[in-house]
């Protein structure tokens, strides 16, 4: 069973994120900010981090950032969930190297999706 | 005779005596030109005592005047005398210019006829010689005077036959000379008549053509012509023996005159235009040449003007100049209101990104949480699911309400500035009031957050209870969603004289300094907010909400420490 953590501040957009994907059969991790999303990483390895862009504290370039610093948890593949719909902002994610980009408000499979492309 | 005799001496005496007596100048001389004797008529010609040249050599007597270069007397008597002592014959001499010596040693002149004659003896010796002379200066000088005289009557008779030539020739050359001079005369005559016509032609060009005023060299007018009274409306009468300042107008300052007199002082002519000053007090602008005449030291002794009438080209420059000043302050003007109007698009297009980030945003949140909730409640068919379709039912209500309350924020918005939104005044218990919204509010504190309500004075006001409402919550829904967990919000309300003073104070992030100005700014969000939920649109929509009440709106922060916020406004809304 693969490990998903989800860093999301939105209270409703994380529970039901976690809601979907536990029942595609995921197990998932969730933190509201990227802090604890952080430490939750280093603590479990997941295999794949799904995290939001802008968040209170640490956003989501920071926190991506901070992961590719950390040689433990350097290699878990990302994706950037936000409501941002400008160009320049899904480019600054795609060339730190996220694995991918998910618009708000997405289409669960679309998720799903983009999920299994990361697990090939 | 008395070398050989034997006579008396008595004899001698008598003999000698005789001798000097003898009329005639005698000198008699021993050969060796000695002299032996001499008559009483030689010693009173030559102006001789007998006892001062008895015994001596007659040349140490009578020598040469040393005055006279030419005087050859001396050498002529010593010619004849060794004549007569070498041939015994008598030696007769012409006469000879022989000046005597006078007592005082100056010369007197002297014509002589000398007659040198041996006395020989019985051996043919000569023993002495006789020498006689006759002084025939007045006759030769009566001679000289004639033959001088005769000279000068020669000489004016032919001087006056040369002046008679002369007369004629002169006559003749004058003659001449007056032809010439009548022939110049009437040449110049028609010159001069014809350099008079081109004078009184240019002059009658000038004074039909210009204004002319003639000055001595201090600039007393001496001469005006017609343009000259008429422009400047004064008589030819009042004008001269005026100094030319009495039509100075004052235009130009002291620095223009004293050019204008040291260029024309100084010889050369001086060019420009004045404004001058008429009788009747009006101006006019003269194109002005003003020409020194000078003497012959070389300064001015008078001043000719000519001017011409511009005031008509200088009105119109004068005219264009203020057309000009004015089409640049229009210039200027559009230009501002350009600039104001190009920085309230630069500030729409700002906004509008604002709005773009923040409708993204705001809008996109909630229905992700629409879109997933559906999803789930998709997901959920069986009977046992039926608490998760509910709350993921009322997840979907709410997520509706927050995009209602921003379309609402946009509405009223779209209201206020319209201006249509209407006051409702109405009497309430502020206190209660203060009191309900903090009821309100308790069900969206963060953990351990709270809100703490002071309350001092009056209660009872007339206001617009939905406006102030909304003033109200949005101001401590901010302070609760900038302020971390666990933190206190204090809200604190005083009314006094007629005034509510209202405080939020909250222990959050702050705003920076460098923000706080735009903040009241539509869409604005400063940049630690960025990552807060927010619209922009509610510290914008509250101002505009206190200035309908009539108050006014303030905060001070610290980034870090928290913020403050200062609602004031009247207890009875007029």
Known sequence: MKTVLLIEDNVDIRE???????????????????????????EHIPDIILCDIMMPGANGYEVFNALKNDATVSAIPLIFLSASVEKKAIEKGLNMGAMGYIQKPFDPQELFDMITICFE | MIAQSTRTLEDEAVFRYLFEAVPGSYIVLLPDLTIYAVSDAYLTATMTKREEIAGLHLFEVFPDNPD???????????????????????SSMAVQKYDIRRPDGSFEERYWSPLNKPVLNSKNEVIFIIHRVE??????????????????????????????????????????????????????????????KDISDYQFALDASSIVAVTDHRGTIQHVNDNFCSIS???????????????NSGYHNKEFFRHLWHTIAHGRIWKGEIKNRAKDGSTYWVDTTIVPFLNEQGKPYKYLAIRSDITQRQKAEEEILKLNEGLELKVKARTLELTQLLEREKELNEMKSRFVA?????????????????????????????????????????????????????????????????????????FEFGR????????????GQQVTLEYRGEQEIMQDKKILRNVFLNLLSNAVKYSPENKTIHFLIEINTGRVLVNVKDE???????????????????????????????????????????????????????????????????
């Open chain 2, 233 to 247: 409306k004064y008589t030819r009468d009042e004008l001269i023996g005026q100094n030319h300042r009495i039509v």
């Open chain 2, 508 to 574: 959050g992030i702050g705003i920076p300094e460098e923000e706080q100005q735009n903040l009241f700014g539509k869409f604005y969000r400063a940049k630690n907010a960025m990552n807060i939920q927010g619209t922009g649109l509610g510290l914008n929509i509250v101002q505009k909400y206190v200035e309908l009440l009539d108050g006014t709106i303030c905060f001070t922060s610290k980034p870090g420490e928290g913020t403050i916020f200062t609602v004031e406004f009247p207890q009875n809304l007029s």
């Open chain 1, 16 to 42: 039901n994120t976690c809601e979907l994907l536990e029942l595609e059969g995921y197990n998932v991790l969730v933190a509201d900010n990227g802090l604890t999303g952080l430490i939750l990483a280093k």
């Open chain 2, 135 to 196: 002084d025939v200066t007045d006759f030769i000088r009566l001679q000289k005077e004639r033959s001088a005289k005769e000279k000068i009557a020669e000489d004016l008779r032919l001087h006056t036959l040369e002046m008679e030539m002369e007369i004629v020739n002169r006559s003749q050359e004058i003659q001449k000379l007056n032809e010439e001079l009548e022939q110049k005369v009437t040449e110049r005559t028609a010159t001069l008549a014809s350099v008079n």
């Open chain 2, 436 to 447: 309900d919204i903090v009821e309100e509010l308790n069900g969206m504190l963060k953990p």
């Open chain 2, 68 to 90: 006279d270069t030419t005087a050859d007397g001396v050498s002529n008597l010593r010619a004849s005398l060794n004549f007569a002592l070498k041939n015994k014959t008598p």
């Open chain 2, 358 to 430: 923040m409708a993204s945003h705001e809008f996109r949140t909630p229905l992700s949480a629409v879109l997933s909730s559906l999803a789930l409640i998709e997901s959920y068919s069986k009977e046992e699911h039926e608490e998760k379709r509910k709350k993921h039912i009322e997840r979907i209500k709410s997520s509706v309400r927050n995009l209602t309350g921003i379309l609402g924020d946009f509405l009223s918005l779209d209201k206020l500035e319209q201006g249509k939104l209407e006051i409702c005044k109405e009497a309430f218990d502020l």
